[in-house]
């Protein structure tokens, strides 16, 4: 695939920041740490519930190279870590690479089960939930150490009150869900916030950029994903694109998500290096971490 250069975004296209104006802030979440694979399908073959076990290789191989580009490009990296398949290997491999590099390690769900509305929808009531997340959270703080940063990544970006609940009892910083990815899904949002919904239907209304109770919500808005289930899950480069100028009319925190176990091709790796590159050529865009944003928004008073 030819490289490709990109100029810098002028600012009368009317989708960038102007000068004198705050950033466009931008995070990049990769969810699925712990498998090389679908993780609902890997939470199916679960024996048990005993956290450490493994699932394909002990450190995947596609998981390394997306570090490996992330920290090339020198953009920060969230991985939403699952605590059962979070093997010895993994773990030993994770911690130094946390410190070294911009890489923030996060909570992602128990087991990835789907319970019949993913692992934290509403027909799991507060004790399931409290229960999964609790242990959860137990075990990445003993296996991680000061390395786990206490944000939940829910499976399917999929929670509800109890989880919230739950989330606030056991003192996390963050919930990063998703946001809007069209104009339908954000005109729901923006009118569930005004007549103060919790949720539309099976769906949570988020609190992106604000905070449910002393737990602050930083979500995704644009999924470098197509189709988990297809030969080629990848988005193609003009889609990717379009994706996130839409993304910066919603707001001003832009979450990027991706899953490493998709990248199966290297016509995929270069799309994804092509958007990195892209995303990094715009001017007015600072690059964040949830670690970094979580803290910032814990700081502030909390006016709820």
Known sequence: MVRREFRTQKADDGEMKTPG?????????????????????????????????????PVPERLQR?????????LPLDLGVIPVFLNPKLADWLKPVAR?????????????KNHGCRE????????????????GKAFLEQTLGEAFTP?????????DENTIRVLNELKFIGLSAGFAENWLQFAVIH?????GWSRFRDYPISLHEDRHGRVAEFSTSVDVVRDYFADWPTKPLPRLIADF???MRFTRVVGIMLHHWTLRHEEEWQVLIDF?????????????????????KFEKPDIN
């Open 100 to 112: 070294d590099c911009a890489i923030t390690l996060t909570q992602h769900g128990w087991t990835h």
């Open 66 to 74: 997306l570090v490996e580009l992330f920290e090339k490009m020198r």
């Open 120 to 135: 934290f929808g509403a027909c799991r009531s507060y004790e399931q939930q409290r229960w999964d997340i609790a242990r």
């Open 245 to 247: 100028r839409r993304a």
């Open 191 to 195: 009118l569930g916030r005004m007549r």
């Open 151 to 159: 944000i939940f990544v829910p499976p399917s970006n999929r929670y």
């Open 21 to 57: 104006q705050n950033p466009i802030r931008v995070f990049f979440r990769n969810d699925d740490v712990g498998t090389d694979e679908d993780a609902y399908a890997a939470a199916q073959r679960l024996s048990d519930e005993a956290p450490g076990q493994q699932c394909g290789d």
């Open 276 to 296: 990195l590159q892209f995303v990094k050529s715009q001017e007015w865009i600072e690059f964040v971490s949830l670690k970094q944003l979580c803290a910032e």
